[in-house]
């Protein structure tokens, strides 16, 4: 069992709007902003989308965006593209001996 | 270009040795944490430990201390990934990557990934 739950899956259609839920506790996304996210599409590595909760590495398209309400971040993907299906990861940071905590991963199909 | 590359796939046998491979490249080497982290068959991503190159820094996951040693030799911008004595639930893809940033936790530039089988 993964520190950070995520939704096994979730899915939407072509120009939809998704978005990917990442629960932690109160040492960890509670309070700290130190949320990223990754998106690992089949056979590849990881690659980063967000980071500090909302900010966007440059080449990452503005339809990716982030946020965070208490305990739980958030990754939103707006106009959804079929290229856009992957697996999706969150990160972050703790304050527990652990260093850094991940999420278990959720698979977003674009039907 | 900033990249991280890997060494290639590697097969063993259950109690052998191994040591893996992250070359970095584009960037000071020193200035910035290496992680590693494995991806069992079908399964997420799993922390395992980091080092800073520069002075040799290491901090394990617990779930990972005691079972692998992470290394760095700075000379040639290179991290390594070493087991002394491989199990088959070893076989999994392992990824190196950089943290661009040590408060962050956040890792921007990752290796191609190494696959490891441990097999009898």
């Known amino acids: 069992q993964s520190a950070l739950t995520q939704p096994p899956s979730v899915s939407g259609s072509p120009g939809q709007s998704v978005t990917i839920s990442c629960t932690g506790s109160?040492?960890?996304?509670?309070?700290?902003?130190?949320v990223s996210w990754y998106q690992q599409p089949p056979g590849t590595a990881p690659k980063l989308m967000i980071y500090?909760?909302?900010n966007r590495p440059s080449g990452v398209p503005d339809r990716f965006s982030g946020s965070k309400s208490g305990n739980t971040a958030s990754l939103t993907i707006s106009g959804l593209q079929a290229e856009d299906e992957a697996d999706y990861y969150c990160?972050?940071?703790?304050?527990?001996?652990?260093?850094?905590?991940f999420g278990g991963g959720t698979k977003l199909t674009v039907l | 270009e900033v990249q991280l590359v890997q060494s290639g796939a590697e097969v063993k046998k259950p109690g052998e040795s191994l040591k893996i491979s992250c070359k970095g490249y584009?960037?000071?080497?020193?200035?910035?944490?290496i992680g590693w982290v494995r991806q069992m068959p079908g399964k997420g991503l799993d922390w395992m430990g980091t080092?800073?190159?520069?002075?040799?820094?290491?901090k394990y996951s617990p779930s990972f201390q005691g079972q692998v040693t992470i290394s760095a030799d700075k000379s040639i911008t290179t991290a390594y990934l070493q087991w002394g004595s491989l199990k088959a639930s070893d076989t999994a893809m392992y990824f190196c990557?950089?943290?661009?940033?040590?408060?962050?936790?956040?890792?921007?530039?990752w290796g191609q990934g190494t696959t490891v089988t441990v097999s009898s």
């Open positions: 990557a950089r943290l661009f940033d040590y408060d962050l936790r956040a890792m921007d530039v």
């Open positions: 584009g960037y000071s080497f020193t200035s910035y944490w």
């Open positions: 080092i800073y190159p520069g002075d040799s820094d290491t």
């Open positions: 109160s040492s960890d996304i509670g309070n700290y902003n130190r």
């Open positions: 500090e909760v909302s």
């Open positions: 990160i972050s940071y703790t304050s527990t001996n652990t260093f850094v905590l």
